[in-house]
């Protein structure tokens, strides 16, 4: 008897769980889809052809080509070596440099974008000024592509000192006994060994690239270069029906692209897969730099200036000078940081709403991940890869697409069920959990990996149900696990700004949408958007630290 | 064919408690087979490593055919690549993205060695180990036991001063370990070569060394012929660890 009503909680849970994974993470797109062909009353795909043959989309395809694919090359022409010099040779401070240079990772893009339209705009940029000529001028495809690239080489720097890390080091060291010079041994060896995650890794970049929106908006508008998702925020912005069509048309596109991308990528990267990981991870011999240790010391050194010191340094002049750009001591004063943080009504209430979504997603996707991740790695449950599946899906969709998805599902009563959540913070919260539920998924997943079978058989023996050998064995168990899940959903969520721009209305200010503002118009000679930057930079860091402690290094950087 | 010698040759990684190898003396004579033996963690991989150029000795030096090739006392040290030591490793190290050919061929591309000498000495090193035919093979195809046999192949394909052997049969069954105790004796003496053998099986060492070196917590406890020891253990330790 008491088997039976633990098995019947047991599944009414697990069920309950699936369901909102359907609704929240499939649905959507379902139904943007949908809502598009079927506009005007009978089924066609006439939109898509329509929106592509807009001279302005077909400007917006080539940029995001030509953008992307720059972005994605130098990402990797910068990481590849910067993470074989890191984890091969004797470079000074190597494990210091190594979280150094992902530290650009935790950090939203669009602080960049503001940094660098400080740093190096035309008119007021502060290297101009110093210059006393216009030199740089960050508002163009190459300002674009460096400040995209300056975040995003991380994800390939990440995958391969981990990809590298985790290579069997002799396969190395019988090359150098073979004879090969380090370069040799690099070109022969170490390189073929980690194609795939060179592979993903560039991958990664030019999705995320693909999907970004804070820097082409920040760093394109103003020179009048658009994206995929820049255009499709304009169409949107129009306000029509017919511009939200166009919108979501050129959404479902972008959409497929992606998913195109990725699962392409997959077949590729898995048959490309070799048995390369040995159990013992030796610490590999490292080649030596000899004469050049300090040279290169001052290579990485300067490469971390100008991808961390030089923004981050530049936000805090901008959040203290009365006029961007200027030098001058008198310049400085406090009045940016009271004006922003103790005069203006909406950061109150663009803290309060970013708390409170942010929280609220971290803590339902955690909550969800407690059962879905139980059911893909603790059960042999037949379609339980679905999960994991329907729940990635939104992650690698761009946030633009994600957005729209669900202005579309709920604006109107959702099945006639729920009332509309057009304008309101619940669907802002939804969107931060639909778009990062898979990263809650994966921590408590490593977690439940971690943790052997026979514990919890063991409270089974002594008499626990399925329910209490949860709250009492698992949870416990799981606490660090846990604990990073809700910081990797609520770090994300606290600075978002992709999705919430159009998720966002009167009232509904939060960091991201009230950053943008300042920067676009309300305050854009002012400095207010990098105190809120700046804010975003000290919790982001803090928060990696804080993951990093409780992790005890397995999350964080 | 080369001797090696090991003189007041120590070993302190940083952090590390205490020496991995204290105060290491040997001498190797020309085409001596020598077995370092010992329990798990005692340096004789360290020690190995160390003749390989893979690890550096922080204090004493090594010298190969009377020269010296590392010595930090006078900051010298000759890098891997440039000691002429062939190595067998615990997991083979075989590279997945090359054939079997590739893989024993490689020392001999990077000395920029003509394609027909290349190809020449690649099929009688594989004669040797008994591989002739699997030229095209990917090492995906391979059992543990041939893929032993090419790492085995490129380690002496070079014709190395040294050949160097960690555990090489630690991962091969039971039978297979004792076919490939015999073949490599065998191709040993065939070839002349001077070993240094690392393992932590007393019957490796018996039937397949000269000369045995019995460590313990980075010390050489005792050296001698297989006989010798045998015969005269040192210490309770010795008698027995090698009975
Ligand atoms: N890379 C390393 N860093 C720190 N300590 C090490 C390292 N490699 C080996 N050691 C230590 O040195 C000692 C000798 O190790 P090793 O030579 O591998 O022993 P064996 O091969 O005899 O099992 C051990 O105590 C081991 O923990
Ligand atoms: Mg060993």
Not at chain 1, 207 to 214: D, K, M, P, Q, T
Not at chain 1, 240 to 246: P, Q, T, V
Not at chain 1, 337 to 361: C, K, Y
Request: charged share 15%.
């Amino acid at each position: 008897m008491r088997l039976r009503s633990a098995l019947s909680i047991r599944s009414l849970l697990l069920f309950f769980a699936a369901a909102l994974i359907f609704i929240l993470c499939v649905i959507p797109f379902a139904s943007l889809i949908y809502r598009v062909v079927s506009a005007d009353g009978d089924f066609s795909i006439a939109v898509f052809g329509d929106v592509i043959a807009a001279p302005a989309v077909r400007l917006a395809v080539v940029n995001t080509l030509k953008v992307c694919i720059s972005i994605t090359a130098l990402s990797l022409i910068v990481a590849v070596p910067l993470a074989w010099l890191i984890t091969r040779w004797d470079l000074p401070f190597a494990s210091r440099a190594r979280s150094w240079l992902s530290l650009p990772f935790a950090i939203p893009p669009y602080v960049g974008a503001i940094a660098w339209i400080y740093l190096a705009n035309p008119s007021t940029g502060l290297f101009n000024n110093v210059l006393g000529a216009p030199i740089f001028n960050i508002y163009s495809v190459t300002g674009l592509i460096f400040v995209e690239t300056s975040f995003l080489y991380t994800f390939v720097f990440l995958g391969v000192t981990s990809a590298l890390d985790r290579m069997d080091s002799s396969f190395e060291e019988a090359a150098r006994l073979s004879g090969a010079s380090p370069w040799r041994v690099f070109r022969d060896i170490t390189l073929p060994i980690i194609r795939p995650s060179l592979m993903s890794g560039g991958l990664l970049v030019f999705l995320a690239a693909v999907a970004s929106f804070g820097v082409p908006a920040l760093i394109g508008g103003p020179a009048r270069i658009y994206l995929l998702t820049t255009q499709i925020y304009n169409f949107q912005r129009i306000g029509s029906m017919s511009g939200f069509l166009k919108a979501a048309a050129l959404a479902i596109l972008l959409m497929f692209v992606a998913l195109f991308l990725l699962i392409a990528s997959q077949i590729v990267i898995s048959s490309k897969k070799m048995q390369t990981v040995s159990g013992k991870t030796a610490r590999p011999s490292t080649f030596s730099l000899e004469k050049w240790k300090w040279p290169a010391f001052a290579v990485v050194a300067f490469f971390w200036c100008v991808v961390f010191v030089a923004p981050v340094t530049g936000i805090l002049l901008s959040s203290l000078s009365r006029t961007q750009g200027d030098l001058a001591l008198a310049n400085f004063t406090l009045a940016n940081w009271t004006r922003i943080l103790f005069e203006t009504d909406e950061t109150v209430r663009a803290f309060r709403n970013s708390l409170l979504t942010a929280a609220g997603a971290a803590t339902l996707a955690s909550v969800v991940a407690i059962f879905v991740s139980y059911i893909s790695v603790k059960t042999r449950l037949k379609g339980r890869a679905v999960f994991d599946l329907f729940s990635s899906l939104p992650y690698a969709i761009p946030g633009t697409v994600v957005a729209l998805a669900l202005i579309m599902s709920f604006s109107s009563s959702f099945l006639g069920v729920l009332p509309s959540l057009y304008n309101t913070l619940t669907l802002i919260l939804i969107a931060y959990f639909v778009k990062y539920l898979s990263f809650s998924i994966k921590t408590m997943s490593d977690g439940y990996r971690q943790i052997d079978d026979v514990l919890a058989e063991a409270a089974h023996m002594s008499g626990a149900n399925w329910s209490q050998t949860l709250v009492t064995i698992w949870i416990p168990l799981l606490m660090p696990a846990l604990i990073a899940s809700w910081f990797l959903v609520f770090m994300p969520a606290l600075s978002e700004m992709t999705m919430t721009l159009l998720l966002t209305g009167p009232g509904l200010e939060t960091i991201g949408t009230l950053t943008f503002q300042l920067q676009e118009y309300a305050d854009a000679s002012g400095g207010g958007a990098s105190v809120l930057a700046l804010i975003v930079i000290a919790t982001v860091i803090l928060i990696n630290v804080i993951v990093k402690r409780v992790s005890r290094g397995k999350y964080g950087l | 064919m080369s001797t090696v010698e090991f003189s007041n040759v120590s070993k302190a990684f940083p952090g590390g408690a205490g020496k991995a190898v204290d105060d290491f003396n040997l001498k190797i004579a020309s085409g001596e087979f020598v077995s370092f033996l010992g329990p798990s963690g005692c340096g004789k991989t360290t020690s190995l490593r160390m003749l390989a150029g893979l690890e550096r000795n922080t204090s004493g030096r090594i010298l190969i055919d009377g020269v010296v090739v590392a010595e930090p006392e006078s900051r010298l040290f000759v890098p891997p690549e440039k000691r002429h030591v062939g190595m067998v490793f615990q997991s083979y190290a075989v590279w997945p993205h090359m054939s079997v050919f590739e893989n024993v061929a490689y020392p001999l591309k990077i000395s920029k060695r003509p394609k027909a000498e290349i190809a020449q000495r690649v099929t009688e090193m594989l004669a040797v180990v008994e591989l002739s035919g699997l030229e095209q093979r990917m090492p995906s195809q391979l059992s543990g036991g041939q893929q032993q046999r090419v790492a085995l192949a490129r380690g002496l394909v070079m014709q190395p001063k040294v050949l160097l052997l960690d555990e090489p049969l630690s991962n091969l069954d039971a039978k297979l370990r004792e076919k490939m105790r015999v073949d490599i004796r065998a191709i040993q003496q065939k070839l002349g070569l001077t070993v240094v053998y690392v393992t932590h099986d007393q019957v490796e060492a018996n039937t397949m060394s000269d000369r045995i070196v019995i460590m313990r917590a980075g010390h050489i406890v005792q050296t001698g012929t297989p006989d010798e020891i045998r015969r005269a253990p040192v210490d309770a330790f010795v008698a027995d660890f090698i009975r």
